[in-house]
Every structure is written in structure tokens, then in C-alpha cells.
């Protein structure tokens, strides 16, 4: 069974500090992903990585860094926490991106759920 | 670019009641296609995966089809049951070598007893 573990589980941080969220996965997958939750909409993705040392832009990167040490750990990073990114942020893990043959399913943690006041 | 449109925010139904929840999609080339299910205080896990046009996935008694000609794709069960309550999720995955998903808002499935 894939594991995928975050982080802390839920954090308070004050606007304009800075924020660490870690995701260690077991699974000796190559891909790993950042997701942001925010009720009605979705989920969406925030950056990705495919191999150590590199990380890609997603969807909404904007205020986020992310950082890819090893295969197994992937943190995203809150260098000035505002208001707006108060969110329920998901990590999650793949064997590689779904080309023909393979599934690709993606494993994701419980979730880092995070309030900036 | 890429988007997926799930209209139903909210569906309460009761147990043996018939599920239908439609997601249509928007892309280039020919996509992957997912539900995701999330349960309360858990991450999303891969419920159906659908590849090919006009085939149905199933599991768990879900079925899942897809309509290529009309850009959708629906998850149905004939009786749900009050464990189905949860939040589906309709994923669409492209043909660039990220494996990134490009996910539906979701549907909260209230089944009363």
C-alpha cells in the first residue's frame, strides 16, 4: 500500500511569517505533486517535481516555493504566509506520469490543514 | 487551457437511491479521465479510472463512462449506501509527460439512512 506521509497535520502561522510544509512518501516514486484545497473549489496544483533536485511550476505557484532533497521528501514553502493561503494543502506521489501502459494513480496524504491569521 | 466542469456541488440523496454526477472537459488531444473519492478527514484516493471512449471503468459498484463525442464523463451507482457519503472528484490528466491532474470542484454526497 502507498504511503504518503505530511507534516504537521495542521498549522496556525501569522501573516508575513514563513511556513514549512513537508510530505515524505515511501513508495520510491519518481513524480510528486502540491495541491491546495479550498472548499468548492477543488483541487488545484500549486508545483510538482519528477526527479531530485528539480521541482516545476504548477498551476498556481505564485507565493509558493517548493523543494525536492531526495526522492522522498518534497516541502513546499510559504516565504511571506498571507490571509489568502489559508487552505488544506495535499502532497501526493506517482510512479511516473501515465504514458501508455500505465496508470498512474496518484497517493496523496491526509492533508496539512493551514490558517494564517 | 485544460479545464473540467463539475455542476453538481451538493447532491443528499437516501440509501438505494440511484447516484448520477457528470463532468464535462476541455482539452487538446485525447485524455485520461478519473474520480477520485475523499472521505472525511482523509486525501483523495483513485476510485475509477477511464481511458477509452464510450468504455465503462467500474469498482465498488460505481460505473464510470465516457462520451467523446460530447466532451463528458459521469460516475453513476444503482443504490448507494450511507458509506458512499463523501466528496467525488472528476480528474482529467493530459498527453504532456507531467501526470499532472486538472481536477473538478467536486460533488459532497450526503446519503441519509
Known amino acids: 500500500e502507498a504511503a504518503v506521509t505530511q507534516s504537521p497535520r495542521s498549522k496556525v502561522a501569522v501573516t508575513g511569517g514563513k511556513v514549512t510544509l513537508s510530505c515524505h512518501q515511501t513508495n520510491n516514486h519518481d513524480y510528486m505533486y502540491w495541491y491546495r484545497q479550498d472548499t468548492g473549489h477543488g483541487l488545484r496544483l500549486i508545483h510538482y517535481s519528477y526527479v531530485a533536485d528539480s521541482t516545476e511550476k504548477g498551476d498556481i505557484p505564485d507565493g509558493y516555493k517548493a523543494s525536492r532533497p531526495s526522492q522522498e521528501n518534497f516541502s513546499l514553502i510559504l516565504e511571506l504566509a498571507s490571509l489568502s493561503q489559508t487552505a488544506v494543502y495535499f502532497c501526493a506521489s506517482s510512479a511516473d506520469w501515465g504514458g501508455a501502459g500505465s496508470q498512474n494513480t496518484l497517493y496523496f496524504g491526509a492533508g496539512t490543514r493551514l490558517s494564517v491569521l | 487551457g485544460d479545464s473540467v466542469i463539475q455542476m453538481q456541488g451538493q447532491v443528499t440523496l437516501s440509501e438505494n437511491d440511484f447516484l448520477f454526477i457528470n463532468c464535462t472537459y476541455s482539452?487538446?488531444?485525447?485524455?485520461?479521465l478519473f474520480w477520485y473519492v475523499q472521505y472525511s478527514g482523509e486525501g483523495p484516493q483513485l476510485l475509477l479510472q477511464v481511458t477509452t471512449a464510450n468504455n465503462k471503468g467500474s469498482s465498488r459498484g460505481f460505473e464510470a463512462t465516457y462520451d467523446k463525442g460530447t466532451t463528458s464523463f459521469h460516475l453513476q451507482k444503482t443504490s448507494v449506501q450511507e458509506i458512499d457519503s463523501a466528496v467525488y472528484y472528476c480528474a482529467m490528466r493530459d498527453n504532456t509527460n507531467t501526470g499532472k491532474l486538472t481536477f473538478g470542484d467536486g460533488t459532497v454526497l450526503t446519503v441519509k439512512p
Open positions: 482539452t487538446t488531444g485525447y485524455p485520461t
